[in-house]
């Protein structure tokens, strides 16, 4: 079994950084793909970026150029670097892991993509 905890969430202005991390822990060899997701109230959850084994990354373009994905493997980790933040980007954000995967890697990712799941950290950006 995977755990995935995120954390780094937080309130912030217009603008502003904040860099949230995802602890992976358990049976995490030959993960196929990590990636965060983020949802608003009253909206899907939306794939925002991943990093795949062959270590590329998928960028929804909501967030390319402002977003970063990254990953420790060493220490399990997976981190999301967010920029220039704006009230639109206010959400619970979610990272995933998927153990096993397709042959079609999409842009943005899709939770179909992904089999195993944090319980959610919370941005709030205020203008």
């Known amino acids: 079994q995977v755990q995935l905890v995120e954390s780094g969430g937080g309130s912030v202005q217009a603008g502003g950084s904040l860099r949230l991390s995802c602890k992976v822990s358990?049976?995490?060899?030959?993960?196929?793909?990590m990636a965060w997701f983020r949802q608003a109230p009253g909206k899907q959850r939306e794939g925002l970026a991943a990093?795949?084994?062959?270590?590329?990354?998928r960028y929804a373009n909501s967030v390319k150029g402002r977003f970063t994905i990254s990953m420790d493997s060493a220490n399990n980790n997976l981190y999301l670097q967010m920029k220039s933040l704006k009230p639109e980007d206010t959400a619970m954000y979610y990272c995933?892991?998927?153990?096993?995967?397709?042959?079609?890697?999409?842009?943005?990712?899709?939770?179909?993509?992904?089999?195993?799941w944090g319980q959610g950290t919370q941005v709030t950006v205020s203008s």
């Open positions: 990093v795949d084994s062959d270590d590329s990354t």
């Open positions: 995933a892991a998927a153990s096993t995967h397709g042959s079609s890697y999409y842009i943005p990712p899709r939770v179909t993509e992904y089999n195993y």
């Open positions: 358990g049976y995490t060899n030959n993960m196929k793909s």
